[in-house]
């Protein structure tokens, strides 16, 4: 049965880390997460300091949430963090109308899957609902992956955003079997279609984790942008369940 490993974005306990930041990766370690995903905050901490810190944890980097503008400027300590931590996989998203966008995107993400080619990284893009906009009849989703490199633009797919965007999150996981070494957990509230804990929705999650088995998904990370719960108590139920899903 395929190992793959459990993380989650930082995003989704932004304010408690914020507040705590070596504290919060402490008892995130004791919650049993191999990994965890950065997004613009590194607790005040320079690259080699933070990569000791979470060596000392037994904490992975499973990615990092990037800005495409980090490649052009020389200044920027992005790459210098992902090189110390050991980090694979960074990421960008975009927003917006992508009728008018997608060939923006699209040589976007082709300069930004060479440029992390070129440091010895892989480019992830990372969908929300936007990228089902349909475009001579086929989504601005698959138009991004048929029009870049497989090799230099691979998907870290959001099982939610697949959802909300209408489509069937275990069917595109399946799509980009060969192409999805990431994959966003993230679970819909039956009653406003807002973001609850993993398991308490209505994505079908044990079947993502199933259809992912047969990929080449290294990560299942947990996100959830907003909680109803203090953000810490909604990643420890998030976690625990993915935890149960992958048998542990």
Request: proline share 4%; glycine share 8%; charged share 30%.
């Amino acid at each position: 049965m395929k190992d793959m490993k459990i993380g989650i974005q930082l995003y989704t306990i932004r304010e408690p880390l914020q507040q705590d930041f070596k504290g919060v990766l402490k008892e995130l370690a004791k919650l049993g997460c191999d990994g965890v995903e950065f997004a613009f905050n590194f607790g005040g901490m320079e690259p080699d300091e933070l990569a000791a810190f979470m060596k000392n944890l037994g904490l992975n980097t499973c990615g990092m949430h990037v800005n495409a503008k980090d490649f052009d400027d020389p200044n920027n300590k992005t790459f210098d963090y992902a090189k110390a931590l050991g980090c694979r996989y960074v990421t960008i998203s975009r927003s917006g109308k992508f009728s008018e966008i997608l060939d923006d995107v699209v040589a976007q993400c082709a300069q930004v899957g060479k440029a992390a080619a070129e440091r010895g990284l892989q480019f992830t893009y990372h969908n929300h609902a936007a990228e089902f906009e349909k475009i001579d009849g086929k989504y601005a989703l698959d138009l991004i992956y048929q029009r870049t490199n497989p090799s230099e633009v691979k998907a870290e797919l959001d099982v939610y955003w697949v959802k909300k965007g209408g489509e069937c999150p275990v069917r595109y996981i399946r799509k980009y079997a060969d192409r999805l070494p990431q994959i966003h957990m993230k679970d819909m509230d039956p009653e406003d279609g807002s973001f609850t804990e993993l398991g308490n929705g209505t994505v079908d999650l044990p079947g993502c984790v199933e259809a992912a088995r047969d990929t080449i998904c290294e990560w299942l990370i947990y996100e959830q942008d907003a909680c109803k719960r203090p953000q810490f108590e909604s990643a420890k139920i998030s976690l625990g369940y993915l935890k149960k899903l992958l048998g542990r």
